[in-house]
Structures are given as structure tokens and as C-alpha cells.
């Protein structure tokens, strides 16, 4: 590993590595984070191969060590969820940040991947909005059968509305392509009807 780049995504690596909840994936076991961030990546060089560094590090850096803020720490409801969410996303960048401090980045660069992760402007900045929609796709295409089959079709329905809302133009096309199951794939058309 020679460079900055690559020895930010080694080092995102390793702390993604110690996430003590396990996903299964094709027979295989990975710490969940570690397998997130990598789907993230995949997602958004299929969908942007120019993607720049900063980018490509925020997407790979986007849930850095999240379990170490349990959502069960905040009160239930919308309040709740949303001081979960803001102190998660200060989390995921102050980690990111020391790890790109760490590997010789300057502060400028440190700065734009710490503001791509905080997806404060994504309706407004191109690079925001791409990792919003890798976001959404990796929900999409990953999550979202195992997040219905915990939840009411009426609350998928809602969150699919929000996803949607959140993609770009381009995103929502990229999405209709996805392989999702037919259970799936009829949630998704019953949430766009």
C-alpha cells in the first residue's frame, strides 16, 4: 500500500472489521460494516467508475463504526431517531477524518469528505447526491427485502416514498434496474403507484 487512498481504505478496512455483528452472504460470514462499506464502494464505481477519491473514501467510510452508537440509546419516535442519525454521522467523520489525518491528507481534502458524509446538501451537490443515491441503491438491493420482512407493507411503503424522494433522477432510472425479488420488486411498484 503506497498510497494515501489506498491506505485510507485499509485502514476504513480494519475498523469495519471489528464490528461484532455478523452478516451472512453466500455461505460466507462478514462483520456487517465491513460488508456495507464494500457494497457501497461496488455501488458507486458501477454506477460512476470517475468517481473522485473523496467520494469514493466517504462512501467506503459512510457507516465506520456504527455500532458503536446503538440506536437503542435514543428515545423511540422521530426526535429520537434524528439525534441518533446526527450523532452518527459526527461519528463516521470524526473517525474518517483522523484516518485520513493519519495517512497524510491535507485539511482542505479532509473537509470534503467530511461534509460528502454528513449529506447536508445532497440536493444541491453532485457528489453529495451520488452517494445518496448509492445510498438508497445498496438499501434497495441488499436491505430492503429483510427490512419488510421486519416492518408493515404500510411502513415499507413509506420509507420506499422517502427513498425515492431522496434519488436523482439518474438513481430512480438505476434503481428500476436492480435484481429484486418479485416480493420486493412489487413493494417497490406498489410505493411508486
Known amino acids: ?19 461484532p ?10 462483520p456487517k460494516e465491513l460488508l456495507y462499506s464494500r457494497r457501497m464502494s461496488q455501488k458507486l464505481l458501477e454506477i460512476n467508475p470517475n468517481a473522485p477519491e473523496a467520494l469514493q473514501i466517504a462512501a467506503r467510510a459512510q457507516h465506520i463504526c456504527r455500532w458503536g452508537i446503538l440506536r437503542n440509546k435514543y428515545p423511540m419516535g422521530k426526535t429520537g431517531y434524528l439525534d441518533w442519525r446526527n450523532k ?23 473537509d470534503q469528505v467530511s461534509f460528502l458524509i454528513s449529506k447536508k446538501s445532497f440536493k444541491k451537490d453532485k457528489d453529495s447526491q451520488m452517494l445518496e443515491d448509492v445510498v438508497c441503491l445498496v438499501f434497495l438491493e441488499y436491505y430492503l427485502a429483510d427490512f419488510g420482512s421486519k416492518h408493515t ?18 438513481g430512480q432510472k438505476t434503481a428500476l434496474t436492480l435484481k429484486l425479488s418479485e416480493k420486493t420488486l412489487n413493494l417497490v411498484k406498489k410505493a411508486l403507484a
Request: glycine letters at 2%; a negative charge.
Open 153 to 170: 407493507e404500510e411502513k415499507v411503503i413509506d420509507i420506499l416514498q422517502k427513498t425515492w424522494r431522496k434519488m436523482s433522477e439518474q
Open 21 to 30: 455483528n455478523i452478516e451472512l452472504y453466500l455461505w460466507k460470514e462478514y
Open 88 to 110: 452518527l454521522q459526527k461519528h463516521h467523520s470524526q473517525i474518517t477524518s483522523d484516518i485520513l489525518k493519519e495517512v497524510g491528507y491535507n485539511d482542505n481534502f479532509i
Open 1 to 19: 500500500m503506497n498510497t494515501k487512498f489506498e491506505k485510507a481504505i485499509l485502514l476504513i478496512d480494519e475498523r469495519n472489521s471489528k464490528d
